[in-house]
């Protein structure tokens, strides 16, 4: 492609108001363009990136098994309603009616969609397992879109899903997809970890996360370095310390005015935080968000709530905090509320609560603290469970070391989803005795624009954007530059053959033919970042050759003419080899 006839420009600036190198860049150097709030045009520069990694996808999943194909992107709700998830999921699906006046919606996933297909395609145990997959356009009203293509409403995904006659069919497709995961990410020159996951509105009995770890994520993680230990916080397990036993003693109310928080109330009693139970109250959605409910969470004073494992605990579709007047009506009194004596509330303790023993809770009085309270003895709890929030430090839960907390960005997910979702459309098989049993589906899923930004984060300097050469837009970028008279048009005119001659070799080439500064042309080029480099000059020609170099080098090799085909397909085979060599699967665990 000739950079004179390209569709998009170069800016010296990007927009005010962009934080993310990756997002900065990739509209700097003329990737993309926002058309609205977490909605971007990918330019033929990002479409050839994004394509060289949808091929990478394409051929990670054909390698364990699986078969492209396409389903729609607007589906009838009526496959939403059958499993559930039409009246589960909140406002980030887009809802809406064709002239029929009839419901519909815009894809976010389709495990719906290919559990009907099961119902309708697979009838016996000779057709299992199968792996299906398609690569095509999702849509999810994101209330918070953020960091350019790491975070939009409308995204490409690669979805695939496995369908098997049992559980341990299941279990190792979802390893073949854990391992052709990782293989995918190194081959495009992410480093990535997998952690264990909540499964989310997508049900199921396990999921991991494939995390790319960054100060601009949004997702905490809480790792092991130790054990190797991780997990999304939402789920991360931890050791919590033990609380000396004692012999319940009697309840007791003492008078504590003004301390309505756990640290005045430690201080006020001369105890630490872990000796107290804190309460918190919060408004559940149950049946789909369509009936709300009040829940207490009581956990002890030295750890924190996570709304997470609470959801999952009440079967909530969406927490938010309770109002005073709703928690007055159960008989508690907030900033002193224990749940000793409430009605018409959820109580939910953690697990550390029925484990210690003579804590301070409040006394639903204002200005009064219960001592000695007794999980079991005082009040009933509904659910015990862990509901703690992991935090940096924390003991892991498999060796008892101290963990970490990290950042990152979610690069792919993998879902153990069981037969939830052909069940609800009646899909089965029948097996060798003529007996219908259910189908057992996973479901895997990448966002190769998200990958296409993680992978410009990871891959940048100061100058520009520096693509892996198994993702770039084009193998070299050719750089003819003119001189004083009569070296312009030699220059170009060697340029011209040198264009076409690597073309015949094979090679994707960008040549920068515009009139521009020999500065201008390469400020351009280390800010699209293209692996190879060929400088075309009055000097390099004098020289014998012409100028080659790696974008992240400043070191350039002059290479005879006749030569530089063989040169650059070798260069360029050694960065893919060595990206293949780099290729880490961590053990499955």
Known sequence: MRLSTAFGVTLREAPGGVEAASHRLLLRAGYIRQLGQGLYSCLPLAHRAITKIEDILREEMNRIGGQEMTMPVVHPADVWRRSGRYDAVGPEMARFKDRKNSDLVLAMTHEEVVADLCRTEIRSHRQLPQVVYHIQTKFRDDARPRAGLIRVREFTM???????????????????????????????????????????????????????????????????????????????????????????????????????????????????????????????????????????????????????????????????????????????????????????????????????????????????????VNAGRDYEPDIVTDIAAASEGCACPDCGEPMRTSRGVEVGNIFQLGTRYGDAVGASFLDENGEERPIWMGSYGIGSGRLLACIAEEHHDDYGLIWPASVAPFDVHLLPLGGKAGAADESVRCAEEIYRSLRAAGLDVLMDDRDERAGVKFADADLIGIPLRVVVSRRSLGRGGVEVRFRESRDADVIPVERLADELAARRAKLLAELDEGIRIPAFG
């Open 158 to 372: 690669k979805d695939s899903y496995t369908l098997d006659r049992d559980a341990e069919g299941l279990a190792r497709q979802y390893r073949n997809h854990y391992e052709a995961y990782f293989r995918i990410f190194w081959r495009c020159g992410l480093p990535t970890i997998a952690v264990g996951s909540d499964v989310g509105m997508m049900g199921g009995s396990q999921a991991h996360e494939f995390m790319y770890l960054t100060p601009i994520g949004e997702d905490t993680l809480v790792l092991c370095d130790a054990c190797g230990y991780a997990a999304n916080r939402q789920i991360a397990r931890f050791r919590k310390p033990e609380a000396e036993a004692e012999e319940p003693l009697p309840i007791r109310k003492v008078a504590t005015p003004g301390a309505r928080t756990i640290r005045d109330l430690g201080e006020f009693l001369g105890i630490p935080e872990s000796g107290t139970a804190k309460a918190v109250f919060l408004t559940a959605g149950l049946d789909g968000g369509l009936r709300e409910q009040l829940v207490l969470a009581v956990i002890r004073g030295d750890m924190e709530v996570n709304e997470t494992k609470l959801a999952n605990a009440v079967g909530a579709s969406w927490l938010r905090p309770a109002e005073d007047d709703a928690i007055r009506a159960s008989g508690a009194v907030p900033g002193y509320a224990s749940p000793i004596g409430l009605h018409g509330v959820t109580v939910v303790c953690d697990d550390s609560i029925a484990a210690s023993p003579n804590l301070v809770a409040g006394a639903n009085e204002t200005g009064f603290h219960l001592l000695h």
